[in-house]
Structure formats: C-alpha cells, structure tokens
C-alpha cells in the first residue's frame, strides 16, 4: 500500500525558514521522481518542485526557485523540503506526490496536479508575522 507521511510544516514569519520531510513507503522509492505541491484555499494545486529518482534533474516554480530546495535519501525512502525566505504567499497546505519517472519532465510539472490515491494528508505552512 502505497502511503506518504508529510511532516515538518508550522508557523514561520517572513523570511524565516522550514524544512518539509516526507516519509515514504510501500512503493519502490528509488525509481520514482518525487514531488512537492501545494494548495492554497481557493486556488488550484501547484507544483512546487520536484526531484528525479536518482536526484540528478530537479524542478522548481518560478515563484521558488532559489529560495526552496529540495533533496532525497533513497536510502531512507524520504524526501525534503528546505524552504528559505519564506514569504506569506507561500502559505499553503503542501503535498508529497510520487511521480513515474517517464512522467518527469518540465510540461508534467506545468501543468495543474492531479489528486490521485497516493497523496498524503499534506504539512501545512503557514507565513505570518
């Protein structure tokens, strides 16, 4: 049974910092891209970034890019999160998504996510003062 676990998430002021993990199981981790996306209230999903199974291509939204990075430990079937500069519209309710490698690529990561199974009950983050 395929399951994520997202923890790490919590209340941070402006440009302070948070680092999201995400356990993972039930699937064979190392041969799946893995991705990070959020939702805030009222808008649609987002990709936020994500990482290839071997953490040799990444991708990251413009809106993060150079403030988030993101890293995995095959070894322990976990991803991360570190996330700098926090800004309060990064406030959001943030999900860890097994992606099929094949599935890997910039267009996938353009376009809207979709809600399957797999996700977990998300980490949220909150950017307040």
């Known amino acids: 049974q395929v399951q994520v676990v997202e923890s790490g998430g919590g209340l941070a002021q402006p440009g302070g910092s948070l680092r999201l993990s995400c356990a993972a199981s039930g699937f064979m981790f190392s041969r799946y891209a893995m991705g990070w996306a959020r939702q805030v209230p009222g808008k649609e999903l987002e990709w936020v970034s994500a990482?290839?199974?071997?953490?040799?291509?990444?991708y990251y939204a413009g809106s993060v890019r150079g403030r988030f990075t993101i890293s995995r430990d095959n070894a322990k079937n976990t991803v991360y999160l570190q996330m700098n500069s926090l800004r309060p519209e990064d406030t959001a309710l943030y999900y860890c998504v097994p992606v099929p490698e094949t599935y890997h690529r910039q267009a996938y990561y353009s376009a809207v996510p979709q809600r399957t199974d797999y996700w977990g009950q998300g980490t949220q983050v909150t950017v307040s003062s």
């Open positions: 990482l290839y199974s071997d953490g040799s291509d990444t």
